[in-house]
Each structure stands twice: as structure tokens, then as C-alpha cells.
């Protein structure tokens, strides 16, 4: 009997893993389309029927968009925006994420509540007043004014200061007693301890950049200083009807992220599941 | 302890502060403002007058802002427990694989999550694309008429909504299968050992002992829905942005199209509101959740 039940849940077991499979790809096969479809030439694209093949592949596609696009500004533009955000964002959140995990000062629950709460405030609405701050800075269409309102994200302070909290008091005790400057303790003796999370947290903070699309799109109206997340939607009349070249743009745009995520897949996941307040 | 506090406070000020400047600059500041200048009638940029709650009563008889919310209640009904369940149906499969085979799946699924938004407009637009799309050659080989799918009244927000789910699913499933990895095997062994069916044990161990991350991804999902914008106005190129209005694109149309920047602030805080109400209730029911298990 016991055999039995343990033969029929094999059998299930076997139909529900080959289904999970199949909706994998059928899941990914979108991604798979737009990158092949960007791989064939003109006629090949509009064929009337599937060909999940380019019979004749070619690279003319990025090629043209790279000759008659800005794609090449826009990349500089998205890496200057998503390496300096990521850059300021980090530093800024551990030193803020360390001192209120191992510094006693006043307000330091005040300033933990306030980081807490802004977690609940929906940057969207603020886009106007964003807008008008960045506009009165003299920072429209500027790196400095793409990235200034995306250097908060009080998610990667929470991170690290759940991760200092869990750092042993005695590492702090004992450097105290041997005299190291509080700077000392924190790049010698802390920083080296969190390389982990402090990778993790680039990638995706990077990722996260890479991708903002809202925030990019108000603040730059010059198409040389565009993103490359924006720019690629902005130009759609040079492009006339050659789906064949967006694509390519966009394969262009994506690759990126998708590299970063496929190379350091583990780092990613483990990041996002822990800025949503879960310990994967 | 030796130290002196003073050393201490003074150091944790020169740690605190790059953080505290940029905060009070780019989230406080826009905050206070954004209240204030909701009870006046000032331009996107530029003084104005004050005009009480002259805005908000306004948006009491505006048909377009009704429009907007309830365009946006119909999109977080289309994607929030509908994505929520597949999510959790593709965890469960995934969690059954093991090793490398698993994290190939797994990135199946994760992929399209990692991708800009313009990304994932380019590629839908294209597979959907009404003259080219494949998915045009699938409906013409089952017979079904195509569908003009993002210039259509009826199909936009439905078709925009799957594009979501397919978008964002990859960051439940994640939270889901760390749900699932935190649940003990022994329980799933004492159950097997019980005969038990899948589906009993389904019921009877992991609903219960996920619902924590169940109701966690629900109430992600709910605030990312309520800020729907990048993809309604992608899909919108060359359609009916007027008929597809959420509300923070009735916020960009006001204040960016129409120059009407009090008017548009005073939507802004009414999402801004009801952004907050929202995390506060989440806020709570983890908490609670979080006392259950105790």
C-alpha cells in the first residue's frame, strides 16, 4: 500500500516537474523572440508565419541603431547615473545604517522612526515637487539632476543596520580598549566584515537605477542626455516601422542588467529577498 | 566604557549627516511642499495663489480623476491576488527542483523582473504587435480574430496588467521560495509518512505556514499597483492615454501636460494618502502575523 502511494506520487511529481518546465520556457519565450527577432534582417522580420530561427542572421539591426541613434550617449549617460547613485547611495547608507546600529547619539530613534516611515512614501507622488527642486538647482538635464532624487532608498540602511546589529559587541569593545579611532573601527574592522551584503546591495542598487524609468523620463527633455531606459522609447520615429531595430535597442538595453543578474545570480536574489524584509 | 560620549556623538553627527542632507533636500523638502502648494493654484513652476481646498473639491466632480481611480482600482484588482497566485504556483514548482536545474528555472522565471520597463514594452509591443506579432499567428491557427490588444478600450488594461504580472512575478516567487525553504522538511516527512495527499498537504502545512509571506507579497504587490505609470503610458504611444488615465499619470498630466501644478499636487496627496494607509495596515498585519507565531 505504502509503495504504492509513494508510486503514484512519483507519477504526479513527474507531470507537475514537466509542467513547471514547460511554463518556464513558454514563460521566457518573449525574451527569446525579441532577442532572435532583433537578429533577423527587414523581410525576415514581417514574414507572415513563425520562424523561430533568422534564416540569414545578421547584426545590421545594432548597427543601425547604434549609427542612427544616440544609444552610445545614452549608455554613457545610464552608467555615469547608475554607478554614481549606486556609489553615493551605499556609502551614504552604511556610514547612516552603522552609526545608529553602534553609536549611542541623541535622536538616533527619532532618526530610525523617520527612516522606517519614508519606507511608506510613494516617491511617484512626488515627482512634481522633484521637479521643481531639481528645476530650481539649475539641474534639469544634468547627471547631478537625474540622480539626486534617486540617492534614497532607506531599504539598504535597514539592511545594514540589521546587519551591524548582529555584529558581536565584543569586536567593538575590543577595538575601543585598543584605542582605534571610531573611522578605524568602522572601514578596518566593520567594512571588511560586510563585503557580502555591500556587493549584494550594489548590484542591485545598480539594477534598481539602471531600470527607474519615471523620475529620468520628467527630468530630461534633451535626447543626448536621455537614459538609455528612456531613450529608447523616446525615439520611436527614427525608427519608423523597423521593429526590428527597437528591438535591437532594446536587447542593447537590457543586456546589462541581465548579465549582472545571470552573473551574479545568487548575490541578486539573496539582495532583493533581503531589502523586502525577509531572511532568504 | 573608556570612550568619551562626546568623541561618540560627534562622530556619529559626521555619519549621519551625508544621509540627513540628502534626505531633508530631495524627501522631506518635496514632502512639505507638495502639501502646501496642493492649497494653492500655482503653476508646475512658480508662485501661487492660496486657494484652500479649492483642489481637492474640484477633484470631487472631475469625471477624468474618477476615471483615474477607477482605472487603478481595476488594474490592482487584475494584478495583485491574480499575480500573487501564480507567483506562488510557480514557487511551489520551482521549490521541487533541485541544484542547478533549479536555478536555470528559476531564472526562466526571474528574468523579465531584472529588465527596464522600456524593455518590457519594447518586447510585448512586439509580440503583440497587430500585424506582426506572434501572438497574432497563434490566434490566427485557433481562429480566433486579432486584437488591436493596446488600442483597444477593453483589452488595454487587462492585456497591461498580464505584461505586469509577467514583469514582476519574479520578485514574489523569490519571496516565496524563501517562504517555502524556511518551512522544516520533517514536517513534509511526518506527512508523507501519514499518506497524506499533495493537495491535503498543501492545505493542512504550507497555506498556514506561508500565509506570513503570502501576506507580505500581497501588500508589496498592492503599493507597487497603486503607483502604476511606466507601462500605462508606454502602451499608451499612438492610443488612448486618456482612456487608460491612472492616477499617477492624471498626476504627469496635470502638472507636466497642463502646467496645473496645484491642481496636480492635490491628486498626488490623495495617493500619497492612500499609499500610506495601505503600508500602515501592512505594517500592522506583520506585526501581527509575527505575534501569531510566537
Same mark, same amino acid.
Given at each position: 500500500?505504502?509503495?504504492?502511494?509513494?508510486?503514484?506520487?512519483?507519477?504526479?511529481?513527474?507531470?507537475?516537474?514537466?509542467?513547471?518546465?514547460?511554463?518556464?520556457?513558454?514563460?521566457?519565450?518573449?525574451?527569446?523572440?525579441?532577442?532572435?527577432?532583433?537578429?533577423?534582417?527587414?523581410?525576415?522580420?514581417?514574414?507572415?508565419?513563425?520562424?523561430?530561427?533568422?534564416?540569414?542572421?545578421?547584426?545590421?539591426?545594432?548597427?543601425?541603431?547604434?549609427?542612427?541613434?544616440?544609444?552610445?550617449?545614452?549608455?554613457?549617460?545610464?552608467?555615469?547615473?547608475?554607478?554614481?547613485?549606486?556609489?553615493?547611495?551605499?556609502?551614504?547608507?552604511?556610514?547612516?545604517?552603522?552609526?545608529?546600529?553602534?553609536?549611542?547619539?541623541?535622536?538616533?530613534?527619532?532618526?530610525?522612526?523617520?527612516?522606517?516611515?519614508?519606507?511608506?512614501?510613494?516617491?511617484?507622488?512626488?515627482?512634481?515637487?522633484?521637479?521643481?527642486?531639481?528645476?530650481?538647482?539649475?539641474?534639469?538635464?544634468?547627471?547631478?539632476?537625474?540622480?539626486?532624487?534617486?540617492?534614497?532608498?532607506?531599504?539598504?540602511?535597514?539592511?545594514?543596520?540589521?546587519?551591524?546589529?548582529?555584529?558581536?559587541?565584543?569586536?567593538?569593545?575590543?577595538?575601543?580598549?585598543?584605542?582605534?579611532?571610531?573611522?578605524?573601527?568602522?572601514?578596518?574592522?566593520?567594512?571588511?566584515?560586510?563585503?557580502?551584503?555591500?556587493?549584494?546591495?550594489?548590484?542591485?542598487?545598480?539594477?534598481?537605477?539602471?531600470?527607474?524609468?519615471?523620475?529620468?523620463?520628467?527630468?530630461?527633455?534633451?535626447?543626448?542626455?536621455?537614459?538609455?531606459?528612456?531613450?529608447?522609447?523616446?525615439?520611436?520615429?527614427?525608427?519608423?516601422?523597423?521593429?526590428?531595430?527597437?528591438?535591437?535597442?532594446?536587447?542593447?538595453?537590457?543586456?546589462?542588467?541581465?548579465?549582472?543578474?545571470?552573473?551574479?545570480?545568487?548575490?541578486?536574489?539573496?539582495?532583493?529577498?533581503?531589502?523586502?524584509?525577509?531572511?532568504? | 566604557?573608556?570612550?568619551?560620549?562626546?568623541?561618540?556623538?560627534?562622530?556619529?553627527?559626521?555619519?549621519?549627516?551625508?544621509?540627513?542632507?540628502?534626505?531633508?533636500?530631495?524627501?522631506?523638502?518635496?514632502?512639505?511642499?507638495?502639501?502646501?502648494?496642493?492649497?494653492?493654484?500655482?503653476?508646475?513652476?512658480?508662485?501661487?495663489?492660496?486657494?484652500?481646498?479649492?483642489?481637492?473639491?474640484?477633484?470631487?466632480?472631475?469625471?477624468?480623476?474618477?476615471?483615474?481611480?477607477?482605472?487603478?482600482?481595476?488594474?490592482?484588482?487584475?494584478?495583485?491576488?491574480?499575480?500573487?497566485?501564480?507567483?506562488?504556483?510557480?514557487?511551489?514548482?520551482?521549490?521541487?527542483?533541485?541544484?542547478?536545474?533549479?536555478?536555470?528555472?528559476?531564472?526562466?522565471?526571474?528574468? %523579465?523582473?531584472?529588465?527596464? =520597463?522600456? $524593455?518590457? #514594452?519594447?518586447?510585448?509591443?512586439?509580440?503583440?504587435?497587430? *500585424?506582426? !506579432?506572434? &501572438?497574432?499567428?497563434?490566434?490566427?491557427?485557433?481562429?480566433?480574430?486579432?486584437?488591436?490588444?493596446?488600442?483597444?478600450?477593453?483589452?488595454?488594461?487587462?492585456?497591461?496588467?498580464?505584461?505586469?504580472?509577467?514583469?514582476?512575478?519574479?520578485?514574489?516567487?523569490?519571496?516565496?521560495?524563501?517562504?517555502?525553504?524556511?518551512?522544516?522538511?520533517?514536517?513534509?516527512?511526518?506527512?508523507?509518512?501519514?499518506?497524506?495527499?499533495?493537495?491535503?498537504?498543501?492545505?493542512?502545512?504550507?497555506?498556514?505556514?506561508?500565509?506570513?509571506?503570502?501576506?507580505?507579497?500581497?501588500?508589496?504587490?498592492?503599493?507597487?499597483?497603486?503607483?502604476?505609470?511606466?507601462?500605462?503610458?508606454?502602451?499608451?504611444?499612438?492610443?488612448? %492615454?486618456?482612456?487608460?488615465? =491612472?492616477? $499617477?499619470? #492624471?498626476?504627469?498630466?496635470?502638472?507636466?501636460?497642463?502646467? *496645473?501644478? !496645484?491642481? &496636480?499636487?492635490?491628486?498626488?496627496?490623495?495617493?500619497?494618502?492612500?499609499?500610506?494607509?495601505?503600508?500602515?495596515?501592512?505594517?500592522?498585519?506583520?506585526?501581527?502575523?509575527?505575534?501569531?507565531?510566537?
Amino acid at each position: 500500500m505504502n509503495a504504492m502511494a509513494a508510486q503514484r506520487w512519483n507519477f504526479w511529481g513527474g507531470i507537475i516537474t514537466a509542467l513547471t518546465l514547460v511554463w518556464a520556457i513558454l514563460w521566457a519565450f518573449p525574451l527569446y523572440w525579441g532577442v532572435i527577432s532583433s537578429l533577423k534582417p527587414d523581410d525576415e522580420v514581417v514574414r507572415p508565419y513563425i520562424e523561430l530561427w533568422p534564416e540569414t542572421p545578421t547584426l545590421e539591426n545594432y548597427i543601425s541603431a547604434v549609427t542612427t541613434t544616440q544609444i552610445g550617449a545614452w549608455y554613457v549617460n545610464s552608467v555615469a547615473v547608475a554607478v554614481g547613485v549606486t556609489v553615493i547611495t551605499i556609502f551614504i547608507s552604511m556610514l547612516c545604517g552603522y552609526a545608529i546600529s553602534q553609536l549611542r547619539f541623541p535622536g538616533r530613534i527619532a532618526l530610525w522612526w523617520l527612516i522606517l516611515a519614508s519606507f511608506m512614501v510613494p516617491t511617484s507622488a512626488l515627482i512634481i515637487n522633484h521637479f521643481v527642486l531639481v528645476a530650481n538647482l539649475g539641474l534639469l538635464n544634468s547627471w547631478a539632476g537625474i540622480m539626486l532624487p534617486q540617492l534614497i532608498h532607506p531599504v539598504i540602511i535597514i539592511v545594514y543596520k540589521q546587519f551591524f546589529d548582529q555584529v558581536p559587541k565584543d569586536f567593538r569593545e575590543a577595538a575601543v580598549m585598543d584605542n582605534a579611532s571610531e573611522f578605524g573601527i568602522l572601514f578596518k574592522i566593520y567594512m571588511p566584515m560586510n563585503w557580502g551584503v555591500t556587493t549584494a546591495l550594489s548590484i542591485v542598487c545598480f539594477i534598481w537605477t539602471w531600470n527607474a524609468f519615471l523620475w529620468p523620463f520628467l527630468s530630461v527633455t534633451r535626447t543626448e542626455m536621455m537614459t538609455i531606459t528612456v531613450g529608447i522609447t523616446q525615439v520611436n520615429d527614427a525608427f519608423g516601422v523597423y521593429y526590428a531595430r527597437q528591438l535591437s535597442a532594446a536587447v542593447l538595453a537590457g543586456l546589462p542588467v541581465a548579465l549582472a543578474y545571470l552573473c551574479f545570480q545568487r548575490r541578486v536574489t539573496e539582495a532583493i529577498t533581503l531589502s523586502a524584509g525577509i531572511k532568504g | 566604557m573608556l570612550r568619551n560620549s562626546r568623541t561618540e556623538r560627534l562622530v556619529a553627527l559626521v555619519l549621519v549627516a551625508p544621509f540627513l542632507a540628502i534626505y531633508l533636500l530631495a524627501f522631506v523638502y518635496p514632502t512639505v511642499q507638495m502639501f502646501r502648494i496642493s492649497f494653492t493654484d500655482a503653476p508646475l513652476i512658480g508662485a501661487g495663489r492660496w486657494v484652500g481646498l479649492d483642489n481637492y473639491l474640484r477633484l470631487d466632480n472631475d469625471p477624468m480623476f474618477r476615471r483615474a481611480v477607477w482605472n487603478t482600482a481595476y488594474f490592482v484588482l487584475m494584478t495583485v491576488v491574480p499575480g500573487t497566485l501564480i507567483a506562488l504556483l510557480i514557487a511551489l514548482g520551482v521549490s521541487r527542483l533541485k541544484g542547478r536545474f533549479q536555478s536555470i528555472v528559476l531564472a526562466l522565471f526571474f528574468l %523579465p523582473y531584472i529588465l527596464p =520597463v522600456s $524593455v518590457v #514594452y519594447l518586447i510585448w509591443d512586439w509580440t503583440l504587435n497587430f *500585424q506582426f !506579432g506572434i &501572438a497574432m499567428h497563434v490566434l490566427d491557427w485557433l481562429g480566433i480574430p486579432r486584437v488591436p490588444v493596446f488600442k483597444s478600450r477593453v483589452w488595454f488594461l487587462p492585456a497591461v496588467a498580464g505584461v505586469t504580472i509577467w514583469w514582476t512575478a519574479g520578485f514574489s516567487i523569490l519571496l516565496f521560495l524563501a517562504g517555502l525553504r524556511s518551512i522544516p522538511v520533517e514536517i513534509y516527512e511526518a506527512a508523507a509518512l501519514d499518506n497524506s495527499t499533495r493537495w491535503t498537504t498543501f492545505r493542512r502545512i504550507t497555506w498556514p505556514l506561508l500565509w506570513p509571506v503570502t501576506s507580505l507579497v500581497l501588500t508589496i504587490q498592492l503599493i507597487l499597483q497603486l503607483k502604476i505609470f511606466d507601462q500605462v503610458y508606454l502602451f499608451s504611444f499612438g492610443g488612448r %492615454p486618456n482612456d487608460n488615465m =491612472v492616477l $499617477v499619470y #492624471y498626476i504627469f498630466q496635470k502638472a507636466f501636460q497642463q502646467n *496645473q501644478g !496645484g491642481r &496636480a499636487a492635490a491628486v498626488a496627496v490623495t495617493l500619497f494618502v492612500l499609499v500610506v494607509v495601505v503600508s500602515v495596515l501592512q505594517f500592522q498585519l506583520l506585526r501581527f502575523a509575527e505575534r501569531r507565531r510566537r
